[in-house]
């Protein structure tokens, strides 16, 4: 590959996984200077354009912890923003939530001025924004049941909410789901989140934990999109922005712009034939 020497790296090996005939793998060994790492995605990025990839230091292993965010990654939807279309406010909070993805809010001032606005909005439009509005991401449940069959403990951490988390992590078969509990007295919501707020520490304090527990040397695979998720994402043995903003799209070990969440099962050499779908 040209230009792959500027990086202080060369190219040692490239060819199609034999589990994977659709992924090219290439082994990248320092050359006659330490590798630059960034220069070697820039090198990539320049002439495979958006194509799915990951890049690791060493061999690429099934992961043994799977954590993922919720909003815009497990789903295809931003719940809050859903939700505040039953209350006629979803441009006024959608504006806020693209602002918070981006990182440009502050997260938790964000999550309460977003829900302070829903008060008064009856809880039973909870359960007509999940039946009505909320699906999965293609390939969603194929990724959670393929890594929970091949030995994986996985879990569902967002910043959203349990009234919809909860639902969507049985769906799609997360072992254990983190989020936000919505306040609701007397059936309508009461325009605040109690308990504490899961935040971007929140998300990365439960990858290492869970890390910890499972054992050490674990390797952990983080999913997300947004600013929310970078801490979680570069943190994680390997971080994955999914169709994700250019913050967490800069901060992820890989990405993928193309396909759908199963092409995450590719970039690990997960045959087909093992794959777990519905």
Known sequence: MDKIEDTGAEVLGAG???????????????GDAPVDAEAVRRVIDAHFGDADMLLAAGPIDWPRLFVSDMD??????ECIDELAD???LKDRI???TERAMRGELDFAAALHERVALLAGLSESAIADCLDQR????AGAATLVRTLKALGAHTVLVTGGFHAFADTVGAALGFDRVVANHLGVAGGVLTGVVTGDIVDNTVKRAVLIDEAARIGEGTV???AGDGAND???????THGIAFRAKPTARAAAHGRVDRGDLTAILDLYGISRDHWVTD
């Not at 970078?230 to 994680?236: E, F, G």
């Open 16 to 30: 199609m996984l034999d589990s994977n005939p659709d992924v090219l793998e290439l082994e990248i060994v320092d």
């Open 72 to 77: 815009s990654t497990m789903i295809g939807q």
């Open 86 to 88: 039953f209350a006629g």
């Open 94 to 96: 959608a504006a806020i």
């Open 134 to 137: 909320i699906r999965p991401t």
């Open 220 to 222: 952990s695979l983080a």
């Open 230 to 236: 970078i801490p979680m994402i570069r943190a994680a």
